[in-house]
């Protein structure tokens, strides 16, 4: 019998086939075994057969047979994983690349996951504005959310900017102070305490001083327009690291490596690459795969067929073989109220 499977195995995929179909019912895994019973499985000769036949069937019986040694031989081939130790760790170009264990479809929504993560966390994340026009009134979402330090420093530079503007008096609390001055026909707002008292006492009033000024309320608008979208990337940011976390099971979700290398003009360069370490992903990625039939599909080998670590975590989490992670978010998406306030009050006289 043993001299028959050789035969077979040399007669190429069509007799394997034929064979597995008419003696065993088309069940692989049994004529695995058999070769196994005769000791041919750890023949080059036959290894070289069966890799090619049967790649994904052969590596599935392999990593059954001895998880350790089958990950350590697949993810070797891999030029975007090291392994040190006991661990493995996946080297990204850029931290924004955290976005490959994201979902890249939730939804149809205009941002998937996969997108705002690699827009929060790019390079040039911090002009990534989700939002637009947030600012519907200027009192309501700015004045009232002000420190009275920051009441009194807008005070001043609006004061500044109105001194020799002859105001309407337009309010009952303008036409008093107006009367107060001497004229009534105008209000005289260089003394910024006096448009303090003006800010505290009367809303309507004070929005009379804003409507009056252009450079201020311009700045107060981008102030608020920053401050709603740095707080709600920066609550992203938090819930993109803690999920990367989550899934991967680490405690530390990356860290920025340097390496200085030398072209051939004796130039060095700096390379900046972001490591984390997916030691315990890589088994949970690894029997996902080996349990989808449609991956166990020997027409192609799937860990060589996908170029690299990072291409084949991509795709599975595409193909839904595991599950990416989804940052939550409702239809009506806002930022943290408290967040925003304390943007508001710490960026402020960055603008005012």
């Known amino acids: 019998m043993k001299e028959r499977i050789i035969s077979i195995l040399q007669g190429g995929s069509g007799q394997v086939e034929d064979f597995i179909n008419r003696y065993m019912y088309g069940d692989k895994d049994s004529f695995f075994d058999l070769v196994e019973k005769f000791g041919l499985l750890q023949n080059s000769e036959t290894y070289e057969s069966l890799i090619e ?3 994904m069937t052969y590596l599935r019986k392999s990593y059954i047979d001895n998880r350790e040694k089958t990950i350590d031989n697949i993810v070797s081939t891999y030029s975007d994983i090291t392994k040190k130790g006991d661990k ?3 080297t990204l170009g850029e931290r924004a690349d955290l976005s490959t264990f994201f979902k890249s479809d939730d939804g149809n929504r205009e941002h998937s996951s996969s997108d705002m993560v690699k827009n929060i966390l790019s390079e040039d994340g911090d002009w990534f504005e989700p939002f637009s026009d947030v600012t519907s009134s200027i009192y309501d979402d700015i004045i009232e959310e002000l420190n009275n330090e920051n009441k009194f420093h807008l005070a001043k530079s609006l004061s500044k900017e109105l001194t020799g503007e002859l105001i309407s008096p337009e309010t009952e609390l303008l036409e008093n102070i ?3 001055q001497g004229h009534p026909d105008y209000v005289d707002v ?3 305490l006096l448009v303090m008292d003006i800010l505290e006492e009367d809303k309507e009033s004070f929005n009379v001083l804003l409507d009056e000024s252009s450079e201020t309320s ?3 608008y981008s102030l608020h327009n920053n401050a709603y979208n740095t707080a709600y ?3 992203k ?4 690291m803690s999920e990367v976390k989550h899934l991967l099971e680490i405690d530390n979700s990356g860290d920025w490596e340097t390496k200085t290398i030398t072209n051939n003009k004796g130039e060095e360069k700096t390379i900046y690459n972001y490591i984390v370490e997916v030691t315990k992903f890589i088994p949970h990625l690894f029997s996902s795969i080996f349990n989808d039939d449609y ?3 020997d027409y192609r080998n799937v860990f060589e067929y996908h170029g690299d670590f990072e291409d084949l975590t991509k795709e599975m989490i595409t193909d839904e073989v595991v599950e990416g992670l989804s940052l939550s978010r409702s239809y009506y998406d806002y930022a943290d109220h408290t967040l925003v306030r304390k943007y508001l009050n710490d960026m402020f006289t960055d603008y005012v």
């Open 53 to 55: 036949m049967f790649p």
């Open 237 to 240: 940011y938090n819930e993109i």
């Open 178 to 180: 107006a009367k107060d």
């Open 190 to 192: 260089k003394d910024p």
């Open 295 to 297: 991956q166990l599909d």
């Open 233 to 235: 990337t920066d609550e």
């Open 218 to 220: 311009g700045e107060l």
């Open 88 to 90: 493995y760790f996946l």
